[in-house]
């Protein structure tokens, strides 16, 4: 028998995503986020990716934004290895359904194992276990993951019960690592033994779910390194993710991970270095996401990890996420050296005031310094936001603007605020007069309506960057299709093109696709084609813009005088 199969990513049917979030009020703010990430073409909804996938034509492996072995796969299948048990897997549930039946219908599968990282809805889920039902009846499901960890942190005891009888799953792996208590769930699977020890598990007791004990689980990152060895080179491919840190150093209020997380715990430069050798042994890969979210803290560390790189000539690009109060000039001259080609910046606000309010380190005066360095150093640079974060106001807004017209990162983008229960900021929220949550939130000094409409103006009128769409398309995104024959010239007009057919969209609402000349430009940047082939188009301006940067703000502000809200206006 095969003690565990494990599947990976499921990405859920966008257009029910869509239906399920609009509902009955396109109004709300998590569907206003969502409508900024796709268009509309032939009464279906598409993301960047999509477009691109239908103006390429049959593609053998059709483009998508996780055409990789999932890291946790990767993970997890070595652990089990490690400590006796056999597993398998299925990498992307969407495209490898036949061939999860058809091992399910073998029958000597004990046990199927969902994960559920980048999972916001229990949609995905249901969708695996339905099927899995349907394939087997008698194999167990166990789930866990990020997802049941943040419900278990949000939910009571009867509502964290009520949400796994809705799942249907047979037991639940509780807590931000679960590694030790799914061993645990197997161990007693394959010899018919007792759940009700077995900590940070929930497991099914007719049809009620008993909840044992949560205790801190910790698998120290040197003592659990991947084998690569155990998976087909072929499988692996050109692009792998890896972690060399867990948790986060800092405790910014708009985010609990570091408290979910636990202790922050990175590994030594040899363990470092014997994991990148690693990835060079397999002979296949060309890019390589570094996921820790802090990933050059310690600076001294980061720093011998770059010289290691630039000594040893791995021969891969890399990207990661930085921190830009915890660099230098030099430091991202070495980075460049060492193969980096894009960051992702977690900059959140121009605005210094926020930025204490927020509890981070980072001052508008080093986003402005590092954007410049790395640009100057040809690493590509995406600037996230965050709007609506308590305090927030018209001027801090402007404030973040302002930067992003001033430091010109390639990328942007902003996101509403998202009031989560198990962040720092929820135990002040009587202080900011916070009321409701998730993304339909008011404060004292704004409500989510009020930032959602401050979002889309940074979409229509910001002149510098590029905003980056996020469902199905991300930082990088540009990597993997620069790998596929794109250049990055080309990804840039054909992100622009995408982004002026939902400008339009914003703009005329009643307009239920694209016009034709938005829809040429798509074909015309998206196509696969050389360099020299391609329009010509202004670094900065929009390839068609139906309405003037003046003309954008009296709609919005028309729109914003509808809602009567306050005075709407950078």
Known sequence: MTDCLLIGFNDYDFGKTV??????????????????????????????????????????????????????????????????????YVNLFHLEKDKLRAKLAAGDVRSVAITTTLYVSPQPIIEIVAFVRECNPDVKIIIGGPYIASQAAMLDDESLRQLFAYLEGDYYVIGAEGEAALVAVLQALREGGDFSGVRNVAYRDGADFVLNERALEENPLEDNPVDYTLFPTAEIGEFLSIRTAKSCPFACAFCGFSERAGKYRYLDLAHVEKELDAIRAIGTVTTVTFLDDTFNVPKKRFRDILRLMIDKRYGFRWNSFYRSDHGDAETIRLMAEAGCEGVFLGIESGSDVMLAAMNKTSRRKNYLEAIRHFRDNGIVTHANLLVGFPGETAETVAETVSLIEEARPDFFRAQLWYCDPITPIWQKREEFGIRDFAFNWRHNTMDFRTASQYVEQMFLTVRNAIWLPQQGFELWSVFYLQRKGFSLAQIKGFVRAFNDAIREKLLFPDAREPTPQLVENLQRWGKIQHEADLPAAGENAPLYNPQSTDAAQEEISRQRSEDESEEFQF
């Not at 103006?55 to 055409?67: F, I, M």
């Open 19 to 88: 239906t399920a979030i609009r509902g009955n009020d396109p109004s709300s703010g998590a569907y206003r986020d969502l409508n900024l990430a796709f268009i509309t073409r032939d009464g279906k909804e598409r993301r960047a990716m999509d477009i691109l996938n239908e103006v390429n034509g049959s593609l053998a492996t059709p483009y998508h934004n996780a055409d990789f072995l999932w890291p946790v796969i990767l993970y997890l299948g070595s652990y089990l290895a490690r400590h006796g048990f056999s597993f398998d």
